[in-house]
């Protein structure tokens, strides 16, 4: 079955330093991948998606790639800061199937 | 203002009862969802609906009716409320296949 797999652990960093987080997924062949954020007591906010035929994309402090041959996906939040904090969902997603399969996220903690 | 709300934001009730929770959504989304989020797990599908008329089940649809018959709204209904439903309870829409699913703030429900 497709499966997910996100760092389960909180990945606690410095503010200013660069967060790195790391999406693996099996068994199943994503055309593209999406990030969402997620605040305690609200819902998923989209962050940023990329597709099979891109290497590397940016927003702003963010930084996503996607590695189709490995079956990975890298999420970087540059000069992060405390606001950073926040749970990230990964969710690579085939090519017209509507439905998403969600990773469990990884629990990011920015200390001053 | 525009958005997708889902109501109640908190509801506590007895098992064997009958709850509905609520979605609204004003972008005229064709597609809207309906994820359980569970700790330790990654949301996941309840039901989906493609159009208003059409609505298909998701990983975990046991327990729980769908209808949508106006595009903007999409209610979930618990036919007779088990403690295993207690959750939280996330409704997501979305303009076409393969683009950014849009969250409501979610309804938590604790089933006594």
């Known amino acids: 079955s497709q499966k997910i797999e996100q760092n389960s652990e909180a990945l606690n960093i410095q503010e200013g330093k660069t967060a790195t987080l790391t999406c693996n997924y099996t068994n199943y062949s994503p055309a593209y991948l999406q990030w969402y954020r997620q605040d305690p007591g609200r819902g998923p906010v989209f962050l940023l998606l990329?597709?099979?035929?891109?290497k590397e994309k940016r927003k702003e402090r963010l930084k996503v790639t996607f590695d189709t041959t490995l079956k990975q996906s890298l999420f970087h939040i540059t000069a992060s800061q405390p606001a950073d904090s926040a749970t990230y969902l990964c969710v690579p997603t085939s090519g017209g199937y509507n439905k998403l399969i969600f990773g469990a996220g990884t629990r990011l903690a920015v200390h001053p | 203002d525009a958005g997708i709300t889902q109501s109640p934001r908190y509801k506590i009730t007895e098992t064997g009862r009958q709850v509905t929770l609520m979605c609204h959504q004003t972008w005229s989304h064709s597609y809207m969802f309906w994820y359980r989020q569970d700790l330790g797990h990654g949301l996941r599908l309840i039901y989906y609906s493609a159009a208003a008329d059409i609505t298909d089940k998701g990983e975990v649809p046991d327990g729980y009716v769908v209808s949508r018959s106006k595009t903007e709204n999409f209610p979930l209904t618990l036919e007779s409320a088990t403690r295993s439903q207690t959750s939280v309870y996330f409704c997501a829409s979305m303009v076409g296949a393969g683009q950014p699913q849009h969250f409501g703030d979610g309804t938590r429900l604790s089933i006594l």
């Open positions: 990329i597709s099979e035929n891109e």
